[in-house]
């Protein structure tokens, strides 16, 4: 017998559970099966109910046609819904299930104003989906839950435009969850009115990148009805993804990418250049990629803004090695919600940008099932009393802390010493060093260089006596002038000089096969179970930050700087948790063009530095004590 199928009960034996908030089932009524206080999958995935409801946003019209913005919700719920049986709904919202288009980048090489160079065409290249097409509705669905998935505003089925991220997408998946509450109108195809009569009202999103992104956003609100949210790898302000302390700046892997590009490649509903052409119009001209301040149409973009209205609780995932979107977007949310005593949880992996799903798949659907289960259905799954992070400090290696950042974390100060060293010690103030801006040599290829470089400056610490946990958000601050050229970009990175076996980014097949629920046509329910890929290597950039100089006070004032003067830059660097070994080297570069993430001037600024006046600040979990 299929493990699975010995799982299966007759309608007829199912518990009947009453559960807080919701009323106990009437005689003959279909119910859910709790056993050791989780939901058992007891309904049929094959049997499921799927239909398509368009809902109306009201009081939104972004493609100004008069009528109401409408999302497509598609919908997979028990056939027992139809009988009786009341269940929450597991939600994703995105732009990506129609695929995408074609969209050329812009281009990042400029001239000494800012203003864009000829460049080659780029397309976009981001991951779509297919509706149920993955673990949701195998996994969950038996267990109680109908999914459903948000084909978003200017996308597929839906009305209205995409903005990237503006209040107007933010009120497509909204208004899906007050339909599920039976505030807001639904249709079907034919026009007809659709009420969702099995719904229990309760809603948790979920989704990775601009899906999770979206979860956060509608959070924001405070919805009713909206009880968690699990962001992975998700944007709490969409600045910080396309832009750093003033700087334009691309996501990893998207160089040329920005606001109108994304939204560009999302248009994918019928008649969409003619009916959104003129608003995509309009966020190009407002983003602003010359000077690249922060600004109202940032600032509408910034969850941040709104996180006091949060009531759902958030289950927050990302990886440390993301590039793409950059780990300050988990911390400074994470942090806000922290601050504001939102329950929540949070999963650091050594991953990219991916879920947990793809490598870790038993104990993310262990967690995440016990998850749905309290706050969805209100069951004492026991999750609340585990340990509120998850972190992998190295492949496979996974540990339990109390919070994020670890707890008894100090920030530890260093000062550039002499002799390219870093210390705690002041050098003396007289003593400065010079390199010249390029935009050719990559990051890379500027750590790997041994010795003194005319492109870049290096400081590094001796070998180290014991193991040094980072666990926060390192800052730098440099004292120097520019001159000679117009490249307004410092770059600091931070490194692990050792040899170690480190993360790749990639995932690889361990030849097992994992079965997580139930098989249809089409779709197995099963799953190939992989690890991160790893590889051998002499050093590592645990993290790097930029900062447009014309920014030093704040991100949306450009003041201009005189050439030769000294000023003191200070900035962040991406938030991390990374462990360096004993007998490696600590590392700090500096820089100013990183070719891979920000626009590429004309080559030739000479950025001169103070070492003594400069120091490096890192969030440190045990004490040092080896200076």
């Given at each position: 017998m299929h493990p699975w199928k010995a799982l299966?009960?007759?309608?007829?034996?199912?518990?009947?559970?009453?559960?807080?908030?919701?009323?106990?089932?009437?005689?003959?009524?279909?119910?859910?099966?709790?056993?050791?206080?989780?939901?058992?999958?007891?309904?049929?995935?094959?049997?499921?109910?799927?239909?398509?409801?368009?809902?109306?946003?009201?009081?939104?019209?972004?493609?100004?046609?008069?009528?109401?913005?409408?999302?497509?919700?598609?919908?997979?719920?028990?056939?027992?819904?139809?009988?009786?049986?009341?269940?929450?709904?597991?939600?994703?919202?995105?732009?990506?299930?129609?695929?995408?288009?074609?969209?050329?980048?812009?281009?990042?090489?400029v001239d000494e104003s800012g203003n864009p160079l000829p460049a080659l065409t780029v397309a976009a290249d981001k991951l779509a989906a297919e509706p149920f097409d993955g673990y949701y509705d195998n996994y969950f669905l038996p267990r109680g839950y109908a999914i459903a998935l948000v084909e978003n505003l200017g996308s597929g089925r839906a009305t209205g435009c995409p903005t990237s991220g503006d209040r107007n997408e933010t009120a497509g998946p909204k208004a899906a969850i007050d339909w599920l509450n039976g505030r807001a109108k639904g249709f079907d195809a034919g026009g007809n009115p659709v009420e969702a009569t099995w719904s229990t009202g309760k809603v948790g999103m979920i989704g990775v990148s601009y899906n999770g992104t979206l979860a956060n956003a509608v959070a924001s609100t405070g919805v009713e009805g909206l009880e968690t949210i699990v962001p992975i790898a998700s944007i709490s302000s969409w600045y910080d993804y396309y832009r750093a302390n003033g700087g334009v700046l691309a996501p990893g892997g998207y160089q040329g990418e920005d606001l109108d590009v994304l939204a560009k490649y999302v248009l994918t509903r019928q008649n969409g250049q003619e009916a959104c052409g003129a608003l995509i119009e309009d966020i190009t001209a407002a983003q602003d990629r010359v000077t690249g301040d922060y600004g109202p149409l940032w600032d509408a973009r910034n969850y941040l803004n709104d996180v006091g209205g949060v009531k759902a609780s958030v289950f927050l995932v990302h990886g440390l090695n993301d590039w793409n979107v950059k780990t300050k977007q988990f911390a400074q949310w994470w942090q806000a919600l922290a601050k504001r005593h939102v329950p929540r949880k949070i999963w650091l992996h050594q991953g990219t940008h991916m879920s947990p799903f793809s490598f870790r798949t038993a104990e993310w659907l262990r967690q995440l099932h016990g998850w749905f289960d309290h706050w969805l259905y209100g069951i004492d799954s026991g999750v609340m009393r585990e340990p509120r992070a998850d972190v992998e400090i190295a492949p496979g290696r996974w540990e339990r802390h109390a919070s994020w950042p670890l707890p008894g974390a100090v920030t530890v100060p260093l000062r550039l010493g002499r002799d390219s060293a870093l210390g705690l010690l002041p050098s003396p103030r007289s003593a400065r060093e010079t390199f010249t801006d390029q935009k050719v040599r990559t990051a890379e290829e500027l750590v790997e260089a041994t010795g003194p470089d005319p492109n870049r400056l290096a400081y590094l610490t001796g070998d180290l006596p014991a193991d040094v946990r980072i666990s926060g958000t390192p800052t730098v601050s440099v004292r120097a002038s520019l001159a000679g050229g117009a490249a307004p970009y410092l770059t600091a990175l931070l490194v692990d000089y050792g040899t170690d076996v480190r993360p790749t980014g990639g995932l690889v097949s361990t030849g097992q096969t994992y079965c997580y629920g139930e098989s249809v046509p089409g779709d197995s329910g099963c799953t190939t179970l992989r690890a991160l890929g790893t590889a051998t290597t002499p050093y590592k950039i645990v993290t790097r930050g930029w900062l447009d100089v014309r920014n030093r006070h704040r991100p949306d004032r450009t003041e201009a700087l005189r050439p030769g003067k000294e000023y003191t830059f200070t900035w962040d660097f991406q938030p991390t948790d990374y462990l360096v070994k004993k007998g490696h080297r600590l590392g700090l570069v500096i820089m100013s063009t990183d070719p891979d993430y920000t626009l590429r001037y004309p080559p030739g600024t000479r950025i001169t530095v103070s070492p003594g006046r400069s120091s490096l600040r890192l969030p440190v979990v045990t004490p040092w004590r080896w200076w």
């Amino acid at each position: 017998m299929h493990p699975w199928k010995a799982l299966t009960l007759p309608v007829a034996a199912l518990l009947v559970v009453a559960l807080s908030g919701t009323a106990p089932a009437a005689a003959g009524t279909p119910a859910i099966a709790v056993e050791d206080n989780a939901t058992q999958p007891v309904f049929s995935r094959a049997d499921a109910v799927k239909e398509t409801v368009f809902v109306e946003v009201e009081g939104t019209d972004s493609d100004d046609d008069g009528l109401p913005d409408r999302v497509a919700v598609d919908i997979l719920r028990p056939k027992e819904t139809d009988q009786g049986l009341k269940v929450p709904v597991i939600m994703e919202a995105s732009p990506y299930f129609a695929g995408g288009n074609d969209v050329a980048n812009h281009p990042v090489d400029v001239d000494e104003s800012g203003n864009p160079l000829p460049a080659l065409t780029v397309a976009a290249d981001k991951l779509a989906a297919e509706p149920f097409d993955g673990y949701y509705d195998n996994y969950f669905l038996p267990r109680g839950y109908a999914i459903a998935l948000v084909e978003n505003l200017g996308s597929g089925r839906a009305t209205g435009c995409p903005t990237s991220g503006d209040r107007n997408e933010t009120a497509g998946p909204k208004a899906a969850i007050d339909w599920l509450n039976g505030r807001a109108k639904g249709f079907d195809a034919g026009g007809n009115p659709v009420e969702a009569t099995w719904s229990t009202g309760k809603v948790g999103m979920i989704g990775v990148s601009y899906n999770g992104t979206l979860a956060n956003a509608v959070a924001s609100t405070g919805v009713e009805g909206l009880e968690t949210i699990v962001p992975i790898a998700s944007i709490s302000s969409w600045y910080d993804y396309y832009r750093a302390n003033g700087g334009v700046l691309a996501p990893g892997g998207y160089q040329g990418e920005d606001l109108d590009v994304l939204a560009k490649y999302v248009l994918t509903r019928q008649n969409g250049q003619e009916a959104c052409g003129a608003l995509i119009e309009d966020i190009t001209a407002a983003q602003d990629r010359v000077t690249g301040d922060y600004g109202p149409l940032w600032d509408a973009r910034n969850y941040l803004n709104d996180v006091g209205g949060v009531k759902a609780s958030v289950f927050l995932v990302h990886g440390l090695n993301d590039w793409n979107v950059k780990t300050k977007q988990f911390a400074q949310w994470w942090q806000a919600l922290a601050k504001r005593h939102v329950p929540r949880k949070i999963w650091l992996h050594q991953g990219t940008h991916m879920s947990p799903f793809s490598f870790r798949t038993a104990e993310w659907l262990r967690q995440l099932h016990g998850w749905f289960d309290h706050w969805l259905y209100g069951i004492d799954s026991g999750v609340m009393r585990e340990p509120r992070a998850d972190v992998e400090i190295a492949p496979g290696r996974w540990e339990r802390h109390a919070s994020w950042p670890l707890p008894g974390a100090v920030t530890v100060p260093l000062r550039l010493g002499r002799d390219s060293a870093l210390g705690l010690l002041p050098s003396p103030r007289s003593a400065r060093e010079t390199f010249t801006d390029q935009k050719v040599r990559t990051a890379e290829e500027l750590v790997e260089a041994t010795g003194p470089d005319p492109n870049r400056l290096a400081y590094l610490t001796g070998d180290l006596p014991a193991d040094v946990r980072i666990s926060g958000t390192p800052t730098v601050s440099v004292r120097a002038s520019l001159a000679g050229g117009a490249a307004p970009y410092l770059t600091a990175l931070l490194v692990d000089y050792g040899t170690d076996v480190r993360p790749t980014g990639g995932l690889v097949s361990t030849g097992q096969t994992y079965c997580y629920g139930e098989s249809v046509p089409g779709d197995s329910g099963c799953t190939t179970l992989r690890a991160l890929g790893t590889a051998t290597t002499p050093y590592k950039i645990v993290t790097r930050g930029w900062l447009d100089v014309r920014n030093r006070h704040r991100p949306d004032r450009t003041e201009a700087l005189r050439p030769g003067k000294e000023y003191t830059f200070t900035w962040d660097f991406q938030p991390t948790d990374y462990l360096v070994k004993k007998g490696h080297r600590l590392g700090l570069v500096i820089m100013s063009t990183d070719p891979d993430y920000t626009l590429r001037y004309p080559p030739g600024t000479r950025i001169t530095v103070s070492p003594g006046r400069s120091s490096l600040r890192l969030p440190v979990v045990t004490p040092w004590r080896w200076w």
